[in-house]
């Protein structure tokens, strides 16, 4: 019962953004932009980390990019090949404590197989400002540019992925 | 009497390992403020306080050192004669009791030289005097002649900061000096403030992120098993984030050094150093 009120404050939200003035790329993404703020907005005063679950949620990557599951022993590789992810330059990981001079500019990846779902590792991969605007982490795939413009190539991000899967 | 004896052992041995936590992220690092208010760091700290301790120690012994034998080098080359007159830039600058300019060369450059009617290095500087001076050829830029006799003129600044001047035809090369510092590069689009200023002390690829000051240029590299001039190690920075890397004395690099020489002040020059 305590939490009835502001849900239906937020169903209401949500609904009002049906004729948002907000101006972006097409409708949809309008709607899509209105109600991640709108809920972002309420949801902070229900629950803590709510925002930030609602807002990684809809914002993730929930294809694969190859339409494949990847290989997480590729995916190993590519993690700690300082030529590909390079990831342990800036992370720890626990899993791969053999490997000494692990960085310590970004959180450590322990867990994260539990803590995010696949849509929302690949969205870290591909582009990780879109959940950390500030983020000195680079973007690791770009589907637009040649695979030269990308530092990863969408199979790699999949293999990726399933590693991380991994460490839980 | 027993018990001493094996906390003496067990001591000795443990102190085998103590040199072996080089990593210590709550390692206190001795700063200082910067000259300028418009400095971006709030504090300066030399290159040697984020490098192990046992690295720390070979550059302070000039005997351990491994990139001073190019000092000496230097200065061999210093006096050596050469060109169809058989000068040295002893001839005219004298040994390294000379003039206070010499002992400061290393300091004032990169800076706008009036003839070339450009903001050059001191290898530049170097090249045009053997040129016109001496009647030699001029030294490649990473030749082992031109980074001893940078390494040489490097040590006699040691302990002064950098004297660069900012003000007037360096204000160009200085503004986009900063401007490139600033920028995004490479694959990882990553710039050197990204990390040089806000993420120094850092753990990243090994190392401790440090706060990319110059002054321990030209540098014994110890993972390159070589001496580098700053420029080469400017390379090594593109290539890290997947950049193309420039030619060394790139117009580039020289805005680049003038401006690195600017915000590294007031810390002493500690050329030549090592670095991991």
Redesign the interface.
Known sequence: MAGSPRRIALLLALTACGGSSIVSATPAANAAECKRKAAGFYLQFADEGGAKKLSMSLQAMPASLTGAFGDPERGKEILTN?QKG?CL??HKVSALSSI??????GPSLDGCGSRYDDGQLRQMIVNPKAYFPNT?M??YYSPDGASE???LTAPEVEDLVSYMKTLK | MQATYIAALVLAVASLFAGNSVYADTEIRRSIAPAESTNPLKELIQGAEFIPAQIRAQQADDFDNPAFSYVESGEILWGTPEGPAGKSCQTCHGGDQSPISIKRAAANYPKYFGESRQVISLSSRINICRKKNIGAAPWGEDSTEMVSLLAYLGSLGRGAPSAVDVEGLNAPVFEHGQKLFETKLGLLQLSCAQCHNNNYGQKFGGDIVSQGHPLSYPSFKVSENRVITLHERFQMCNRLVRAEPQQLNAPDYVALELYLSWRSKSLPITAPGVRP
């Open positions: 300082r390079d330059s800036c000494a001079d692990q960085g310590g500019i000195i680079p973007s413009a990308s530092v």
